[in-house]
């Protein structure tokens, strides 16, 4: 696998790290960047049920990604940019899917839904992270986590 320079991490100043990469529209494929993220806010300090929360946020925006958005088409690629500081996360997630309106996926607490998987990884996503943005088309989301929060 070739790796082209956006692939590779970004120093940058006051002790934060970037990191830019195209993974395949395969199941698994999250492995290429979620160890790399984990232990980058491991060296940051950043407390147990953070990293925790961003795991699982980040595993489930991929998935989706790749699964909903790409539909495992092995000619598309999933787009994951990473930043990582002392006290903010920012992750964004870009598929080359038709995109979704996050306000239309039903809400999954309402109990005719309970029974019902779709529409979780949304809410989990919600849960988990301080911000999430979506693009106009859906086919990117933006999260962030700030430390504690």
């Not at 407390?47 to 958005?69: C, K, M, Q, R, W």
């Not at 690629?77 to 996360?89: H, L, M, N």
Request: hydrophobic fraction near 35%; glycine fraction near 8%; proline fraction near 5%.
């Amino acid at each position: 696998m070739t790796h082209s320079s956006s692939d590779r991490p970004v120093e940058s100043g006051s002790g934060s790290w970037k990191k830019q990469l195209d993974l395949p529209s395969e199941r698994g494929a999250s492995r290429l960047i979620m160890d790399e993220l984990l232990d980058r806010l491991g060296e940051h300090g950043w407390p147990t049920s953070d990293i925790f929360s961003i795991h699982l946020a980040v595993e489930e925006a991929i998935v989706n990604a790749i699964v909903h958005g790409n539909k495992l088409a092995a000619a598309k690629k999933v787009r994951v940019e990473c930043y990582v500081s002392p006290t903010i996360a920012r992750i964004e997630i870009t598929d080359e899917g038709e995109g979704f309106d996050p306000a239309q996926v039903p809400d999954c607490t309402q109990e005719d839904r309970l029974d019902v998987p779709s529409g979780r990884g949304v809410m989990l996503i919600h849960n988990f992270m301080t911000r999430v943005e979506y693009n106009a088309k859906g086919n990117r989301v933006l999260m962030e986590k700030t430390r504690g929060g």
